[in-house]
């Protein structure tokens, strides 16, 4: 929540409120909001300005006046309400592509999907969570990353970028030989990054636990502050999950990796030199393709 309406109000209340307080303009934008709600609140921008032959800067007073910084994130919470009535992805998806056909659905996932990365960068920047996260990294001997099923997926996209401006950067979670060989040779000068969304994997935080044990210390990528992962992580980062799809969105974390990989790189020493050898090596291995 980055405007000043409270996270418990109604967001139909503060439209409401908001349109007696602007007049004509606000109570014609504010009956398109609310005239099939939830659904007529989330339409495209562009959709309602059509409908009510109002300009854009109407529809921006509106969401302003109700505490909110703008349209994106108004319906946001909008979106949050709905989540909170349905308990499941696939009911909020079911629900969503009934109410308006599988073609907006498309293009409501694009808005929610930013405001996802909009929402999840800003508070990893406003906190020092990421900062500290990057400097353990760079400074640790020895880099475990883990994840199983759709997370190790994000492993792996960490592991590609880290490997590029570190050395001894490792992959766990696929229950092989690695996990075994890790809690050997692991200790508190190394650092383990593990992902766990919901629903929360036992392998992960069974593996995060056995490494704790050994004093590794965690960086925990995760969809809540109190989550399993949460609870046994030193830095926490928390991405933005909620989605408009019949699964939890990966978007977010996605780009928590890459912010996370960003700010590492700038913290190592030799990053520079090593990525110039990488490109070096995978010139010498005719690695990619040339233009």
């Not at 709600?37 to 009510?52: D, H, K, Q």
């Amino acid at each position: 929540m980055n405007g000043l309406a409270s996270q418990w109000s109604d967001p139909r209340q503060l439209i409401q409120d908001a349109a007696d307080a602007l007049g004509d303009e606000g109570r014609s934008l504010a009956r398109l909001l609310l005239d099939d709600y939830p659904a007529s609140a989330l339409r495209p921008a562009a959709e309602l300005l059509r409908a009510s032959g109002l300009p854009y800067r109407a529809l921006a007073d509106l969401a302003a006046a109700a505490g909110f910084d703008g349209l994106a994130e108004l319906q946001w919470r909008v979106r949050e309400e709905q989540d909170r009535e349905l308990r499941t992805p696939r009911q909020r998806y079911t629900a969503r592509i009934g109410a308006g056909g599988a073609g907006p659905l498309v293009e409501r996932a694009a808005g929610h999907e930013a405001e996802n990365v909009r929402r999840t960068l800003r508070e990893l920047a406003a906190g020092d969570d990421l900062e500290r996260a990057a400097s353990a990294i760079a400074a640790a001997r020895a880099r475990y990353l883990v994840g199983e099923r759709k997370s190790h997926a994000f492993a792996l996209l960490l592991a590609a970028d880290l490997s590029a401006v570190l050395p001894d950067v490792h992959v766990l979670g696929d229950r092989g030989g690695r996990d075994v060989d890790a809690l050997l040779d692991a200790g508190p000068a190394d650092v383990a990054v593990a992902f766990g969304m919901r629903r929360y994997s036992t392998g992960t935080l069974d593996l995060v636990r056995a490494l704790r044990g050994r004093g590794v210390p965690v960086v925990g990528v995760t969809d809540a502050p109190d989550s399993p992962l949460a609870g046994l992580s030193d830095h926490v980062l928390v991405a933005a999950t909620a989605s408009t799809s019949f699964t939890d969105s990966p978007t977010a974390v996605a780009a928590t990796v890459h912010a996370l990989s960003l700010v590492v790189a700038a913290r190592t020493r030799g990053a520079r030199r090593r990525l110039a050898r990488r490109e070096e090596a995978a010139r010498a291995l005719s690695v990619y393709r040339e233009p």
